[in-house]
């Protein structure tokens, strides 16, 4: 597979946005315009006649498909995480839905040679690797707001610009349709308050109110909910799945990180989280704070060890902490805010 060539990229992005229902390759989102959508974050959920979970079900919706929201209501039930969303037949829970967006965007013509950090901008796109034996095959999803390093620009197999992705885990290469990826701009993700002094800046977790506050001069900058480690969760490294209780200090910062098996056989329901974005380390064996697209439960415990951020708030976390992210495809490395865990 050679690399697309500026006259013919220019050729192919002119029909790229035109040809979006035309193409096998690309999921099934194109008559979504500007609505409230929700994906399908786990294997199935549940549409219940009221916003309770004691209420009779009356449908159910499957992995990665998109549910229009009429409305969202605060219920009740359950306490820590009271929100319902009104659709088709009744409500669902928010607790495995992702909100999402289908946004398509005008290619790049070029892609720097440090790489370019980009965003997925469509609820989900599904990524092909080439062989010179077996021509282009699927291989992961890769899910809304999940942030990937693009290394270059190639014509997919449809035809049209695709970008290159580099996973970081495999040291492989895939690509994916460039409409659906979002560059992001050095702007967006400049440090924030970078001239506070290092120790005024810290972050307190607790683990009983599942809350992150994030303060400078003792001043909250920063609340939000969060889910910690749950106990027994399967664990492949014999590592604990509860989140460490103590003092620490964010260690490195990866912008983007494939957490999981990484095995190029997975289906759709193997541990394979790929371009999990703006995550902050803060213990040797890898624990960190990071965005998260599988759950919309924050308030109780539900990760593998890790913290789970909603990616506003993991991006906003990422840009205000120590040290300062160098944002190429090598890990930030430094001694960094100081993390409290109780």
């Not at 839905?97 to 796109?125: C, D, F, H, R, W």
């Not at 103590?246 to 371009?275: C, Q």
């Amino acid at each position: 597979m050679e690399p697309i060539s500026r006259r013919d990229f220019l050729k192919l992005s002119a029909l790229a946005l035109g040809g979006l229902a035309f193409t096998p390759f690309l999921p099934e989102i194109t008559e979504f315009e500007d609505v409230n959508l929700v994906r399908v974050a786990t294997k199935s959920v549940s549409v219940y006649r009221g916003p309770t979970d004691q209420s009779l079900i009356v449908g159910t919706w499957n992995r990665d498909e998109l549910v229009n929201v009429y409305a969202e209501i605060t219920a009740d039930e359950p306490k820590y995480n009271p929100v319902w969303y009104r659709v088709w037949g009744g409500y669902m829970h928010r607790a495995r839905l992702q909100q999402v967006k289908v946004l398509y965007n005008k290619p790049l013509t070029s892609i720097p040679e440090k790489g370019q950090l980009a965003e997925v901008s469509v609820p989900y796109t599904q990524s092909h690797r080439y062989s010179p034996y077996d021509g282009w095959q699927p291989l992961y999803r890769l899910y809304y707001e999940t942030v990937h390093w693009l290394v270059g620009i190639d014509e997919g197999p449809d035809g049209q610009p695709w970008y290159r992705l580099l996973d970081e885990l495999l040291e492989i290469n895939y690509n994916v349709p460039a409409i659906h990826m979002r560059p992001l701009t050095d702007d967006e993700l400049a440090p924030l308050s970078p001239d506070v002094p290092f120790e005024k800046k810290r972050i307190e977790v607790s683990l009983g109110t599942q809350m992150l506050t994030a303060y400078e001069n003792d001043q909250t900058v920063l609340q939000t909910k969060v889910s910690t480690g749950l106990a027994g969760l399967p664990s492949s490294n014999d590592i604990p799945t509860v989140t460490p209780e103590g003092w620490f200090n964010i260690e490195g910062k990866m912008p983007s990180k494939h957490m999981g098996d990484g095995s190029l056989a997975s289906d759709i329901e193997a541990y394979e989280l790929v371009g999990v974005p703006w995550n902050c380390f803060f213990t040797e064996k890898g624990h960190a704070f990071h965005g998260t697209y599988w759950h919309d439960n924050f308030g109780v415990p539900m990760s593998h060890g890790c913290i789970n951020m909603r990616m506003a708030d993991a991006k906003w976390l990422f840009r205000w902490t120590r040290p300062p992210a160098q944002l190429d495809m090598e890990t930030t490395i430094g001694f960094g805010t100081t993390v409290r865990i109780y």
